[in-house]
């Protein structure tokens, strides 16, 4: 018979009781290291002090009134958002997905407003994911979660990921936008170069299109900046955030600039749930914590320590690890065919260290942006015995024995 709980997801049996900064314990008592934060998204940790307050104190005070009328505390994280970034203005959502829904919204908008109703193609990445609803499948392009869910939606081209003579040879009179996650999240920790970056921002002024980034996975600190792109120093027309910005509270955004934002007039989108006041004191509560001084500096620097252990580690265990890649508190360890990811990230559990996989047989470590170095130092010892464990002839040594 079907579990009430509909079973979309291969879940591991593991259920978890509390969680305090990056370790999580199991009812039966059990204590995981968390450098998986629930896919990037506890950028805080678990229970952090400040984040619960404000979220406990909003609550008692009022969680939703809709969006028939003002709400201060969204009023406050959009400004905050805008002055720290590219951005001139705000909508808020309670997802990645819907983000990015909003965000190819606003892209077809601004062309049909400005006399370009044919310009309605997003070029996009093969490898990319930009969630699960009809229209970000089709953006996503992947077959396997494509299939059986009629025919795509249109107005989404893919290329092959870092190629500029492709991104250039599929703009046609329809194209609209470039839409591209800084760093490849579930497609493989897989990063753009800087240089293509900046080099597909020079395209879309060129071409009149807009550059759309998905940094619903690396922004609001994981890369150690607040948002990916900066370390290429560009700047996009619109962007989607989610993941971590509610520091595990339900809550997505799409910042856009002027230009782009003032086709979203009343009426045009929104959502019920979207910037309530719940979700948005969760929102200011984490950027409190995030732009303190100091703070991005230090991710930074663990980011740069943990990636050492990762690379020595990958240096002893060549049988299992072909390399380390990523941004920021981003990684991803490219296993060797020979081992799979799946296989690791399961051994890491027997050695108390919970992760997350992801495409091209990369296992990816995306852990609270709180960590210590001696919390990573930890989390490559524990990665060292999993690699015993799942080493190619690690079974047969064993049975020799
Ligand atoms: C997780 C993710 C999404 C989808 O976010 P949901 O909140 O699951 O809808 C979209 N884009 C990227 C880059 C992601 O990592």
């Given at each position: 018979?079907?579990p009430a709980l ?7 049996d ?7 900064g ?7 008592g059990?204590?995981?290291l968390?450098f998986?934060a629930g896919?990037?998204t506890?950028s805080?940790?678990?229970?952090h002090?400040?984040l619960?307050?404000a979220i406990?104190?909003?609550?008692a005070k009022?969680?939703?009134v809709s ?6 505390q969204a009023e406050?994280?959009a ?13 808020f959502?309670n ?5 990015n829904?909003g ?6 908008k601004?062309?049909a407003e ?7 193609v997003?070029?996009?990445f ?7 609803t009809?229209?970000m499948?089709s953006a996503?392009g992947n077959?396997k ?9 249109q ?5 092959p ?5 492709a991104v ?14 800084p760093?490849?999240g579930e497609?493989g ?5 800087l240089d293509f970056l900046?080099a597909l921002r020079?395209?879309c002024?060129?071409?009149g ?7 619903v996975?690396?922004?609001m600190?994981?890369s150690?900046?607040?948002w990916?792109h900066?370390?290429a120093?560009?700047e996009?027309?619109v962007m989607?955030s989610?993941?971590?910005i509610?520091?595990?509270?339900p809550?997505?955004?799409i ?5 782009v934002?003032q086709?979203?007039k009343p009426g045009?989108h929104g959502s019920?749930?979207?910037?309530n006041?719940?979700a948005?004191?969760?929102g ?13 500096d230090?991710?930074d620097r663990?980011a740069?320590h943990?990636?050492?252990g990762?690379?020595?580690?990958a240096?002893?265990?060549p ?20 081992v799979?990811?799946?296989g690791l990230?399961?051994?890491a559990v ?9 495409g ?17 130092d ?7 015995r999993?690699c015993?464990?799942v080493?190619?002839g690690?079974?047969k040594a064993?049975?020799?024995?």
């Amino acid at each position: 018979m079907i579990p009430a709980l509909m079973p979309t997801y291969n879940r591991a049996d593991l259920a978890f009781e509390r969680g305090e900064g990056a370790r999580l314990w199991t009812a039966d008592g059990r204590r995981f290291l968390d450098f998986g934060a629930g896919i990037a998204t506890s950028s805080l940790g678990h229970g952090h002090p400040h984040l619960v307050k404000a979220i406990a104190e909003q609550a008692a005070k009022v969680m939703h009134v809709s969006n028939l009328y003002r709400i201060p505390q969204a009023e406050r994280l959009a400004a905050r958002l805008c002055e720290t970034s590219f951005a001139d203005s705000v909508f808020f959502c309670n997802s990645g997905a819907e983000a990015n829904e909003g965000m190819i919204k606003a892209v077809r908008k601004y062309h049909a407003e400005n006399g370009h109703p044919e310009r309605f193609v997003t070029i996009c990445f093969e490898g990319a994911f930009h969630g699960r609803t009809l229209a970000m499948l089709s953006a996503t392009g992947n077959e396997k979660y494509l299939a059986g869910f009629g025919p795509p939606v249109q107005g989404f081209r893919h290329v092959p990921f870092g190629n500029m003579n492709a991104v250039r040879d599929a703009i046609d009179g329809t194209t609209a936008a470039i839409l591209i996650e800084p760093v490849q999240g579930e497609g493989g920790v897989r990063p753009a170069s800087l240089d293509f970056l900046r080099a597909l921002r020079a395209t879309c002024d060129e071409f009149g299109l807009l550059l759309a980034l998905d940094e619903v996975q690396t922004g609001m600190g994981r890369s150690g900046k607040l948002w990916a792109h900066q370390w290429a120093g560009i700047e996009p027309d619109v962007m989607s955030s989610a993941k971590g910005i509610g520091g595990g509270f339900p809550l997505g955004a799409i910042l856009a600039k002027e230009k782009v934002a003032q086709h979203l007039k009343p009426g045009t989108h929104g959502s019920t749930f979207g910037g309530n006041p719940l979700a948005c004191a969760a929102g200011n509560a984490v950027l409190d914590v995030i732009l303190a001084p100091g703070f991005l500096d230090r991710v930074d620097r663990v980011a740069r320590h943990l990636w050492r252990g990762l690379e020595d580690l990958a240096r002893r265990r060549p049988e299992v690890i072909e390399g380390v890649q990523g941004a920021g508190l981003l990684l991803g360890l490219r296993l060797r065919p020979e081992v799979t990811n799946t296989g690791l990230q399961d051994a890491a559990v027997a050695e108390g260290l919970l992760t997350v996989a992801a495409g091209m047989n990369v296992l990816r470590l995306a852990p609270p942006l709180v960590i210590t170095e001696a919390e990573a130092d930890e989390a490559v010892a524990l990665l060292d015995r999993a690699c015993q464990r799942v080493a190619p002839g690690a079974a047969k040594a064993v049975a020799a024995q």
